[in-house]
């Protein structure tokens, strides 16, 4: 093991559209790294070209030590000599060969000896849970079967990396969340290098040690989950990473520690962040750091206009002025629509 | 690690350079098959003695024969196809729509006179309905007249027998239109206020409307393009359409006045076709993509249901059921216009003709010329389809165009181009097998062409992919995956492509030579000949394989594919 991948200045053009703008990453050794974003944000291109099943236009892609792609050497090793594991989106489970079939195909392929292959695929199934299922073809699965199957295929040759291409998409809600931890745990025992593309960002938040969000072919961000949710650098990430409200405000005064703002209907208030931002700007607040209370001078004032009730949380929407605000509270009191409330801030992002 | 590296990368380029002979190689062939002849077409109709004119059209439109046939031509196809419109559309919305018993046997007993060469049911409807034919006898038995009140040598018989064959095409053309149609567009309207019929009436047939053009334009096409049919019936009754005309012409032979009249026969075809193709577009914009639905609740016919029921299960069984049992009795009768009975059945007629060299030469004509009509363009076929839909080659989009091409060009057009192209050196196929065999390779390379696209267009490149990831390479790809997936397309378009060309008769009949006879040539010479009995036999030989065919069809390919 210990095989990560590397990428530099990667481009692909499609035509004259450039699919994916100059992007540069690393997955480290045994990482979970996940490239999320909207669908047209050259996610799965870039994973394309880490396979092989792409030609980057410009760039190198090295796997280890080991350069697979560079366009300016003219190198592009094909798929089948890299040695990764990858599961597609649509699972591509073979319909004309039963599950051990599928599985045990890359080894096969190999020339890998029969005996070996037997053990190697029952090791497999075991890991999956799809024992007792060897004979049976795709046909006669179940959707997250099907799943297991393209998993067990991309990891029966035990690779050091292994590509997963939007694989829980096609799946139930339920099923989706239970793989998530058992995709996690395989990575954890089997110390695999997995690259995961998704366009969900709690899949991506619940899974991956590293993230990078894309838009329009390049990385926005990178980092550990909690610091693109706690310091989303652009407001684009913090629209995409959970649920943010933006509000336009100004900026009147600030400190080595905290700053003033003035919101559009007049009121004031300070919020717990220093900034370099002067004058006008885009302030994101997220629903669960803002806490109402029916009195208090923290904050600004606010109406509530309708509050639900979801079990864990109250999720409200209130009005300040013209604009409103979604509030995600877990006090016990449920504030009704029209009452005037307190909403403090805790932490705050803000944008230009 | 980097002179691995550059050798892989090498192979790599290689193997796409192959691709590219393959395909420069099969584009070459195409040019030389296809658009040379056809071309060939055009060109000589405008040559009159030494320079260009328009004289041979001239002549076409100065001869009142010729001119009659055209018109001829189009009024009798336009009679035919509102007839089958008319037909198909009403028996797609009983057997889909309505609770109409059986649907399933219905729709397949439907489907059956598609699978019979019109020709043949051309032979087994003057054995019905000739002056000595069953019926007609049973008729003059019935009422103890003298003669019957219908004549199956006319007009009216030959729109009538061509209507029977070209309703199906109708049938299957808005039966699918209706099982893709999105059921809530029916729901929706029945969530309005409206009842059955009149969703029917307001929502159902208005959207599947371009279905029904497209049909009915096919049906058009399949009309003018017919040669059995008005030859057969027509020559007595001294009524001639353009494909006859250019038969006649070509036995004086007048090969500028056939070369001109072909030329209107595909102007009219293509026109009809160009049409046609815009009514399908059309029809795409109401289906649903994700195949299974919820089927909408049926139409309840009430008090209708069994009359309605038995009226489909007599049409159906007088398109197909019927001819087939009388071609089968014709051939087993001591002597034609025997009276039914078991003593006056005989095996003899089978065993004149297995004895019969020029049917046995026939029949092994009809048979080599099958297998490589069928292989070669499946073959062909294959290759461009991958290279199209798979490889996504601009090349190759170019080569699927001029491959699906002669599918607009009647087949009469094809045999009057093959005779242009190849009846001089260097190329002398004329006179010879292999002109009827490089005619059928043009007349089949669209139905391969399609077949291998569909079959393909099924796979998904991912499971390609998958492969290539699991450390195959393309060849491997190519024997593991793509070919075993493919197969049983293959095959059942091998079929679909060896069965008609195994009982062709339009083409052949205008080019087969002494020696070279198919087995469609035989039986039209025979039953031309006033041997009805010899005809009715190797013809029940021709249906019995062509059953069994389907039999195969059906089976490799789940159901999905049939004649």
């Not at chain 1, 593309?197 to 990178?222: F, L, N, P, Y």
């Not at chain 1, 949380?313 to 409103?324: F, L, P, T």
């Not at chain 2, 192979?11 to 195409?30: H, I, K, P, Q």
């Not at chain 2, 002056?131 to 007609?136: L, R």
Request: charged share 15%.
């Amino acid at each position: 093991m210990g095989i990560g991948i590397e990428v530099v200045g990667l481009f692909k053009y499609f035509g004259s559209v450039a699919a994916v703008n100059d992007i540069s990453f690393s997955v480290k050794e045994q990482e979970f790294y996940s490239l999320l974003g909207p669908s047209g944000c050259g996610k799965t291109t870039t994973l394309r070209c880490i396979a092989g099943l792409e030609q980057p236009s410009k760039g190198s892609i090295k796997i280890g030590d080991r350069v697979m792609s560079s366009a300016s050497e003219g190198i592009c090793i094909p798929p089948e000599k890299r040695g990764i594991g990858m599961v597609f989106q649509n699972y591509a489970v073979w319909p004309h060969m039963n599950v051990e079939q599928n599985i045990s195909y890359p080894l096969r392929i190999t020339k890998v000896p029969s005996e070996k292959v037997r053990d190697r695929v029952n090791e497999v199934m075991d890991m999956l849970k799809l024992t007792g299922l060897g004979k049976r073809f795709p046909s006669e699965l179940s959707g997250g079967q099907q799943q297991r199957v393209a998993l067990g295929r991309a990891l029966s040759i035990k690779p050091a990396i292994m590509l997963l291409d939007e694989p829980l998409s096609n799946l139930d809600a339920k099923l989706r969340e239970q793989m998530r931890f058992e995709l996690k745990d395989l990575q954890r025992n089997t110390g695999i290098a997995i690259l995961y593309v998704t366009h969900d960002q709690v899949e991506a938040m619940a899974m991956s040690d590293r993230v990078a969000i894309m838009k329009d072919g390049v990385i926005i961000q990178e980092g550990k989950p909690l610091d693109i949710y706690k310091n989303p650098k652009e407001k684009f990430v913090a629209d995409f990473i959970g649920t943010t409200n933006f509000i336009e405000c100004d900026v009147i005064g600030s400190s080595a520690s905290s700053t003033d703002i003035r919101l559009e209907s007049g009121s004031t208030f300070t919020v717990p962040e220093a900034t370099d931002i002067r004058g006008r700007c885009t302030l994101a607040l997220r629903p669960e750091d803002i806490e109402l209370s029916a009195e208090g001078t923290d904050g600004f004032e606010a109406e509530v206009e309708v509050g639900i009730f979801l079990g864990n949380v109250i999720d409200y929407r209130i009005k300040i002025g013209n604009s409103k605000l979604r509030v995600q509270s877990t006090v016990a009191t449920m504030f009704r629509p029209g009452d005037k409330v307190r909403a403090k801030v805790g932490r705050v992002v803000l944008f230009n | 690690m980097s002179s691995p590296n550059g050798k892989l990368t090498a192979r790599e380029s290689n193997a796409l350079d192959m691709r590219y002979v393959f395909l420069a190689l099969t584009g070459a062939l195409f040019v030389g098959i296809i658009v040379y002849p056809l071309y060939h077409v055009l060109a000589k109709s405008f040559v009159s003695g030494s320079g260009l004119s328009l004289a041979n059209y001239v002549k076409v439109f100065s001869n009142p024969t010729n001119f009659k046939a055209l018109w001829n031509s189009i009024w009798m196809s336009a009679t035919t196809s509102v007839i089958a419109m008319v037909a198909g559309t009403s028996l797609a919305l009983f057997v889909i729509r309505t609770d109409i018993p059986c649907k399933n046997l219905l729709r397949i007993m439907l489907l059956m006179p598609y699978a019979i060469p019109p020709f043949i049911g051309a032979i087994a409807w003057t054995q019905l309905f000739g002056p000595a034919g069953y019926i007609s006898k049973a008729y003059i038995n019935l009422f103890g007249s003298y003669d019957v009140p219908w004549n199956i040598y006319s007009t009216g018989g030959i729109v009538l027998v061509m209507a029977m064959y070209q309703f199906p095409v109708v049938f299957i053309t808005v039966s699918g239109a209706l099982g893709r149609l999105d059921p809530s567009f029916e729901e929706a309207s029945r969530m309005s206020g409206a009842n059955a019929f009149k969703t029917m009436r307001d929502v159902t047939i208005p959207l599947v409307m371009p279905s029904i053009m497209a049909g009915t334009l096919l049906a058009f096409v399949g009309a003018i393009s017919n040669f059995g049919i008005p030859a057969l019936l027509g020559f007595r009754a001294r009524f001639y359409v353009l494909t006859t005309r250019i038969y006649s012409a070509l036995a004086i032979p007048d090969m500028p006045l056939a070369t001109a009249m072909a030329v209107l026969l595909a102007i009219t075809a293509g026109a009809a076709l160009f049409v046609q193709i815009k009514f399908e577009k059309g029809q795409s914009r109401y289906t649903v993509i994700s195949g299974k639905s919820v089927r909408p609740q049926t139409i309840s016919l009430g008090k209708w249901r069994m009359p309605i029921f038995f009226m489909v299960v007599a049409v159906s069984l007088f398109a197909s059921i019927v001819p087939m049992a009388s071609m089968l009795l014709t051939s087993v009768l001591k002597y034609w216009g025997a009276p039914i009975k078991l003593s006056n059945l005989t095996l003899k007629h089978f065993s004149y003709v297995f004895n019969l060299e020029m049917a046995r030469r026939a029949l092994k004509n009809s048979f080599i010329l099958a297998v490589l009509a069928a292989t070669v363009t499946m073959a062909l076929g294959a290759v461009v389809s991958y290279m199209s839909v798979k490889a996504k080659m601009k090349a190759a989009v170019v080569l699927d165009i001029v491959g699906t091409f002669p599918y607009a060009v009647p087949c009469t057009v094809i045999a009057i181009a093959m005779i242009l192209a190849w009846s001089k050196p260097p190329i002398m196929l004329y006179g010879t097998l292999w002109i009827m065999l490089a005619a059928y390779l043009v007349r089949y390379m669209p139905f391969s062409i399609r077949t291998t696209r569909a079959t393909l267009q099924q796979i998904h490149s991912s499971l390609e992919e998958a492969a290539r990831m699991s450390g195959a390479g393309w060849l491997q790809t190519m024997r593991h995956i793509v070919v075993p997936l493919i197969k049983p397309g293959l095959i059942a378009g091998w079929i679909l492509v060896f069965m008609p060309a195994f009982r062709e008769l339009t083409m052949s009949v205008l080019l087969w030579s002494q020696g070279n006879e198919t087995i469609g040539v035989v039986i039209y010479n025979m039953q031309d000949a006033g041997n009805t009995q010899i005809a009715a036999a190797i013809s029940s030989i021709v249906l019995l394989l062509i059953l069994v065919g389907n039999v195969i069809v059906r089976k490799v390919s789940k159901g999905q594919v049939g004649l």
